[in-house]
């Protein structure tokens, strides 16, 4: 014996059919590739000047200076280097300084290169300009392109004593894309400690 038709099971069916067909001929427009938007602090500056460090500079007041106490695991060669952390960007300047005597000077700067040199195979450009501020410093600010570890490092010296060198690291994997913004952002805070870094006799 045969089930009465079922008007409501058809009704559905052709629904059905209906939804597949016309999402088949539809328009389908591809969201683009995007990242999160970030809501950037304003740029203000405080001072850094301990006592018994060899430097001064500003930086911005939402990074933190952190006393740097290991290098690759072993303790630093001196009291004197120090991180500027951006807790919100996961970025941090790692700043290294060195007293000139202990070491060569043309050492120091050729080890400066080398190592800007090593991201050679994943950078697309390498940019190096002369520093020279009103306060006499003097040294080289490097601009790396592409999905290197870090896009910005620089050195400063007098040539006689001091040496001292920093680089921007985020504890993220390198991408120039997704890190641009926020690279930008963080350079100019670079430049800024730069042009308003002072040596203390």
């Keep these: 014996m045969k089930k009465p038709f079922n008007t409501i099971t058809l009704f559905t069916t052709i629904v059905a059919l209906w939804a597949a067909a016309a999402s088949c001929n539809s328009n389908y427009t591809a969201k683009p590739v995007g990242y999160y938007k970030i809501n950037f602090p304003e740029k203000k500056y405080v ?70 040199g090593k991201h050679t195979s994943r950078a697309n450009s390498i ?4 520093i020279a ?42 991408n120039a894309d997704s890190l641009g913004i926020v690279n930008s ?3 100019e805070d670079m430049k800024h400690l730069v042009n308003t870094f002072k040596w203390k006799k």
Excluded: C
């Design 47 to 116: 001072l850094f000047d301990q006592p018994g460090y060899p430097y001064s500079f500003e930086y911005p007041v939402y990074g933190r200076i952190v006393k740097d106490t290991t290098f690759f695991d072993e303790a630093t060669e001196n009291p004197w280097w120090i991180n500027v952390d951006f807790p919100q960007f996961a970025g941090r300047i790692y700043v290294s300084y060195k007293e000139i005597g202990k070491y060569n000077f043309d050492t120091l700067i050729q080890q400066t290169f080398m190592l800007t």
């Design 127 to 130: 940019e190096d300009t002369l």
């Design 133 to 174: 501020t009103k306060n006499n410093i003097h040294g080289v600010f490097f601009t790396v392109g592409g999905d290197v570890a870090t896009n910005n490092q620089f050195f400063l010296t007098d040539s006689v004593k001091h040496f001292l060198r920093g680089a921007l690291y985020f504890d993220t994997t390198p």
């Design 185 to 187: 952002f963080l350079l």
